[in-house]
């Protein structure tokens, strides 16, 4: 007989307003990034807008899974871009850069709600790093996780759609469908993400789900929390669920960023500093580039 465990409590992550950089935006965000490394952005508070999001999902092709996109230069793909969408290069271009510009205001908000030091740079000290004066390891990957189709012998706890796993960088935008749940983190147990929050009516486009990447943890001593997700069928879902997709916009330094400590009595004051939790101390300074081929290393098992 299978047993039946009671649902998860859904994890009840904020829903900011990002549409003043000001300090008590600031501080909201700080609060929930280190307190679940994940927080929603309220889409309507962004310059990205619903229908610009709509036409990305509408323009996904027939590929499979996963498609990436690095960065463009002149609205030109530096990598090489399916057929299908080689008419939508300027478009995939423009979007990229949207997503690049919010993440950029969301880090001028965590270095002000980090209080740091003015003459250090202060609310510009983690955007002026990630300024796209050379390449980066900034990502948009399109993603689809096809239905299961009853007759494969669909297992729920087996048949888990994207493994449990951090994300990299600084920052992840994620973008999620009306109706599509299976996000899901592991905070006290694996809490399922809502596509809208209880506070976002479903009539309103689904907030942006921003949450924070290995790197700037590690960039913080561990303040800001990179936490373990993973995407399921939901157990709400008929058997094998329906498709879903998702749009992830992967932000990350320059890769010739250093990550040196960063300048914030905030942070000394909560005996935070960088690499604390990984090393154990304050060891070599290493590059976004470094930090990156780290994990890829770590995951993939490769030598670095
Ligand atoms: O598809 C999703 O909702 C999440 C994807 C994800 O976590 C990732 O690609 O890193
Ligand atoms: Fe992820």
Same mark, same amino acid.
């Given at each position: 007989?299978?047993?039946?465990?009671?649902?998860?409590?859904?994890?009840?992550?904020?829903?900011?307003?990002?549409?003043?950089?000001?300090?008590?935006?600031?501080?909201?965000?700080?609060d929930?990034?280190?307190?679940?490394?994940?927080?929603?952005?309220?889409?309507?508070?962004?310059?990205?807008?619903?229908?610009s999001?709509?036409?990305?999902?509408?323009?996904?092709?027939?590929?499979?899974?996963?498609?990436?996109?690095?960065?463009?230069?002149?609205?030109?793909?530096?990598?090489?871009? %399916? =057929?299908?969408? +080689?008419?939508?290069?300027?478009?995939?271009?423009?979007?990229?850069?949207?997503?690049?510009?919010l993440?950029?205001?969301?880090?001028?908000?965590?270095?002000?709600?980090?209080?740091?030091?003015?003459?250090?740079?202060?609310?510009?000290?983690?955007?002026?790093?990630?300024?796209?004066?050379?390449?980066?390891?900034?990502?948009?990957? +399109?993603?689809?996780?096809?239905?299961?189709?009853?007759?494969?012998?669909?297992v729920?706890?087996? =048949?888990?759609?994207?493994?449990?796993?951090?994300?990299?960088?600084s920052?992840?935008?994620?973008?999620?469908?009306?109706?599509?749940?299976?996000?899901?983190?592991?905070?006290?147990?694996?809490?399922?993400v809502? $596509?809208?929050?209880?506070? $976002?009516?479903?009539?309103?486009?689904?907030?942006?789900?921003?949450?924070?990447? =290995?790197?700037?943890?590690?960039?913080?001593?561990?303040y800001?929390?990179?936490?373990?997700?993973?995407?399921?069928?939901?157990?709400?879902?008929?058997?094998?669920?329906?498709?879903?997709?998702?749009?992830?916009?992967?932000?990350?330094?320059?890769?010739?960023?250093? +990550?040196? %400590?960063?300048?914030?009595?905030?942070?000394?004051?909560?005996?935070?500093?960088?690499?604390?939790?990984?090393?154990?101390?304050?060891?070599?300074?290493?590059?976004?580039?470094?930090?990156?081929?780290?994990? +890829?290393?770590?995951?993939?098992?490769?030598?670095?």
């Amino acid at each position: 007989m299978a047993t039946e465990s009671a649902p998860a409590a859904t994890a009840q992550i904020p829903v900011i307003n990002v549409s003043q950089i000001d300090a008590e935006t600031a501080d909201r965000l700080v609060d929930a990034a280190a307190t679940f490394g994940f927080v929603f952005v309220e889409l309507e508070s962004t310059d990205i807008d619903y229908n610009s999001v709509q036409h990305m999902f509408d323009l996904r092709g027939d590929f499979k899974e996963a498609l990436n996109f690095g960065e463009f230069k002149d609205g030109k793909a530096q990598q090489t871009v %399916p =057929d299908s969408l +080689l008419d939508d290069e300027a478009y995939l271009s423009g979007f990229f850069d949207s997503c690049h510009n919010l993440c950029v205001r969301i880090l001028q908000l965590f270095a002000m709600g980090l209080k740091i030091d003015e003459d250090a740079g202060g609310k510009d000290w983690f955007s002026s790093r990630h300024d796209k004066s050379g390449p980066s390891g900034s990502i948009m990957r +399109l993603l689809h996780y096809p239905i299961i189709p009853a007759e494969a012998g669909y297992v729920p706890e087996k =048949d888990i759609r994207a493994g449990a796993h951090s994300d990299y960088g600084s920052i992840t935008l994620l973008f999620q469908r009306p109706g599509q749940e299976g996000l899901e983190i592991l905070s006290k147990g694996w809490q399922p993400v809502p $596509v809208h929050p209880e506070s $976002v009516d479903t009539s309103r486009p689904p907030p942006i789900l921003v949450n924070i990447g =290995d790197l700037l943890s590690y960039w913080t001593g561990g303040y800001l929390k990179s936490t373990i997700h993973r995407v399921v069928v939901p157990p709400s879902a008929s058997i094998g669920g329906e498709d879903r997709y998702s749009m992830a916009f992967f932000c990350h330094p320059v890769d010739t960023a250093l +990550l040196v %400590p960063v300048p914030s009595g905030f942070l000394r004051e909560r005996g935070k500093k960088r690499g604390a939790m990984e090393t154990g101390g304050e060891g070599k300074i290493i590059t976004a580039a470094e930090h990156l081929k780290g994990r +890829l290393a770590a995951t993939y098992g490769w030598k670095k």
